[in-house]
T-cell receptor, first 109, second 117 residues
């Protein structure tokens, strides 16, 4: 069964810092990987989708990479802002979504 | 576009009662909807796949008699937690797939926080 792990579980940084969130998965037979944002008590907002044939995707200050062979993905957030504070989930899609436990990010003004 | 709503957003109920949660696709038709459950500090776990006009498919370990799913139309799926107990307290999120999309394109609802006293 696919297992998705995210490190660190929590992260607190001052505003303006660049940061990296990590995601690893055990089964490389995936179709794609997505990074989501979850605000407290809210649903999910899709941030970036990387197909299995792709290496990275960029959207604004966000850049996600995928190394399927090693089972790793990173989400890079540039010039962090207090509004980036949320929980970030990665999810891999094979025959269904498998979610990581998330990284809780706090950006301190 | 592609908005999914859930109602209610929060519900508190007494142990032993039943609670119904609605999931609606507002601007598209969805032949397939999914129900997920998220316990505190844990990842979302797929509970069941809801198909319009047919029986839901439940994941291993999910009691189908306890979590009743009805997908009566192309825009509405309901999850009823029957005889709720405190251990059913969780955050329930649904997602929906536009009818002509693949299952890797899911639009998520805002979630329902269930607290069973």
């Amino acid at each position: 069964k696919q297992e998705v792990t995210q490190i660190p579980a929590a992260l607190s940084v001052p505003e303006g810092e660049n940061l990296v969130l990590n995601c690893s998965f055990t089964d490389s037979a995936i179709y794609n990987l997505q990074w989501f944002r979850q605000d407290p008590g809210k649903g999910l907002t899709s941030l970036l989708l990387i197909q299995s044939s792709q290496r990275e995707q960029t959207s604004g200050r966000l850049n996600a990479s995928l190394d399927k062979s090693s089972g790793r993905s990173t989400l890079y957030i540039a010039a962090s802002q207090p509004g980036d504070s949320a929980t970030y989930l990665c999810a891999v899609y094979g025959n269904q979504f498998y979610f990581g436990t998330g990284t809780s990010l706090t950006v301190i003004p | 576009g592609a908005v999914v709503s859930q109602h209610p957003s929060r519900v508190i109920c007494k142990s032993g009662t039943s609670v119904k949660i609605e999931c609606r696709s507002l601007d598209f038709q969805a032949t397939t909807m999914f129900w997920y459950r998220q316990f505190p500090k844990q990842s979302l776990m797929l509970m069941a796949t809801s198909n319009e006009g047919s029986k839901a498919t439940y994941e291993q370990g999910v009691e189908k008699d306890k979590f009743l799913i009805n997908h009566a139309s192309l825009t509405l799926s309901t999850l009823t937690v029957t005889s709720a107990h405190p251990e059913d307290s969780s955050f329930y999120i649904c997602s929906a797939i536009p009818w002509d999309y693949g299952t890797d394109t899911q639009y998520f609802g805002p979630g329902t926080r269930l607290t069973v006293l």
